[in-house]
């Protein structure tokens, strides 16, 4: 009789036991144990385990000996490392920019580490690796919170108009609230919001969009809307109507509103 093959918890509590005391899970496996979504299907069992330790790799156990063991987090009943950590270790090993993209901005979009966690994480680990993840994060260091706001920045660069500022509340001159653009150019007023139409659609949200814009047109604040799949499939075309936007943003009196982070 065949036995059968080990189940992912398993392969994780066996590589525990080969890295011995002190060691944690970490890269896709320990995010899945965080809950995030937007990985790659995780293989390997990637451990951290103290560098004085002699255990290698071997099988499905990945070992990587390393001088700055990390706090273990414990995570339905297993040590993981923290995502910031988490994350960028499994990064390391991934040659798809959207891949790793998207593990960044989820972990910073849904709260679990900041950019600026991920910045000093870099810096100190292993450089190996580090190329993607390093491209990838500076958009959420200049305050991208998605895939998609990552896309948008990368675009608003290439435009060569006077930096934005993302995801910053904007107020009218009572004090109100108006909406938080995905970015915003504080010198004209001007909003660029990259809405998606699966999202903007449906029900509830296509009243909060319509009711939105109703706030930026009672404000005098000029909004550009673009679907995020032309952000790919049309840069160019993007990149002519904000610069047009913006012309015309500056072609007529700034109104009285203002933003805070």
């Known amino acids: ?55 290698t790799s071997s099988g499905f156990a990945l ?24 994350v960028l270790d499994g990064a390391r090993r991934i040659r798809d920019f959207d891949a790793v993209q998207a593990m960044l901005a989820e972990a910073v979009q849904r709260k679990r580490c900041t950019p600026e966690q ?4 870099l810096s100190r680990g292993s450089q190996r690796g580090s190329a993607l993840p390093r491209r990838a994060l500076q958009a959420l260091l200049g305050g991208a919170e998605s895939v998609a706001e990552a ?8 435009s060569g108009l006077p930096a934005a500022e993302w995801n910053v509340s904007v107020f009218d001159r009572e004090g109100g609230y108006i909406s938080k653009p995905d970015a915003w150019c504080e010198d004209v007023a001007f909003a660029w919001e990259i809405d998606s139409r699966s999202y903007h659609e449906d029900g509830d949200h296509f009243a909060a969009t319509l009711a939105r814009n109703a706030r930026y047109s009672a404000a005098g604040i000029i909004c550009l809307q673009t679907l995020p799949m032309r952000l790919r499939t049309e840069p160019g075309k993007v990149i002519t109507e904000l610069r047009d936007t913006y012309a015309t943003a500056c072609a007529r009196p700034r109104p009285p509103v203002t933003c805070r982070p």
Do not use: C, F
């Open 63 to 86: 070992v990587e000996r390393t001088t700055r063991l990390p706090t273990a987090l414990t995570r339905d009943g297993l040590p993981v490392a923290p995502v910031h950590r988490a």
């Open 1 to 55: 009789m065949r036995p059968a093959d080990p189940t992912d918890e398993q392969r994780l509590r066996a590589g525990l036991l080969r890295g011995g005391e002190r060691s944690m899970i970490t890269g896709l496996w320990a995010l899945r144990r965080h809950g995030l979504r937007q990985l790659p299907e995780p293989d390997d069992v990637h451990l951290l385990v103290p560098h004085e330790r002699e255990v």
């Open 151 to 158: 896309d948008a920045w990368e675009i608003w660069k290439l």
């Open 118 to 121: 991920l910045d000093r994480e």
